[in-house]
């Protein structure tokens, strides 16, 4: 070796410790629906072999989502711009929606055994970092309980989405973009509106028979919720909208 030179030292991936999403992991499932099981895909990051999610082997041809969990097969991230401009990797949106392709029996409350909201074949939105994600049948799926899906969406556009249970779809109220004393605000400067409007409300909570409890805000309605609150999208008309349940609402306006 000559003098004054460095040679990295050899890297070994199997020195790597064991994640999620690192190193596939196999689980076993009832065996029920008529899913096959394909190749699974894997991808390269700077070396090492990392799999996009628990990998479950394609010797398991079926799985059975149990209790009130479901099982949806996400939506591909879409790779290009409206304007048709190819986007790479880092710079696509991670989706939130998906197909269910399965669901459980449901749940026991009380003496009432409480079917799944949603159906086989439905497009749903989920919450962020819901659920475990696996790579099952060739595709990359998700299984979660049905509280963290977040509405019904068979549209492209967050406007139309039917909200679940106790969620709100609300309409964010756009930012002031000037002080009190007349000065501009810059983008970064502007504080993040906590007001909008109602555009959907969910069926209600069930209590503990099993029925369901309206809630108190109807669409419509001008709330204030928390701020840090619920789940944002972006609508095709570039309004800002959220998703959130509603014990995040504080008040009612009007």
Known sequence: MASGQ???????????????GLRPSAAKFASVGPFKAGSLAQRSFR??????????????TSLKPLGDRVLIKIKTAEEKTQGGILLPTTAQTKPQGGEVVAVGEGRTIGKSQIEISV???????????????LEFSGSNHLILK?????????????????????????KVAEAEVKT????????????????????????????????????????????MYSKYAGNDFKGSDGSDYIVLRASDVMAVLS
Not at 119 to 133: I, P
Not at 147 to 169: F, H, Y
Not at 199 to 211: F, K, M, Q, S
């Open 47 to 60: 070396g090492l072999v990392v799999r996009a999610a628990t990998v479950v082997a394609p010797k398991y």
């Open 119 to 133: 159906k086989t074949g439905s497009q749903v939105v989920y919450s962020k970092y819901a659920g475990t994600e």
């Open 6 to 20: 460095l040679t990295a030292p050899a890297f070994s991936a199997r020195l790597v410790p064991s994640f999620e």
């Open 146 to 170: 049905e509280d963290d899906i977040l509405g019904i969406l068979e549209t492209d556009d967050v406007k139309d989405l039917k909200p679940l249970n106790e969620r709100i779809l609300i």
């Open 180 to 223: 009190a004393g007349g000065l501009l605000l810059t983008e970064a400067s502007k504080e993040k509106p906590s007001i909008g409007t109602a555009i959907a409300v969910g069926p209600g909570p069930l209590d503990d028979e099993g029925n369901r409890k309206p809630l108190s805000v109807s669409a419509g309605n001008t709330v």
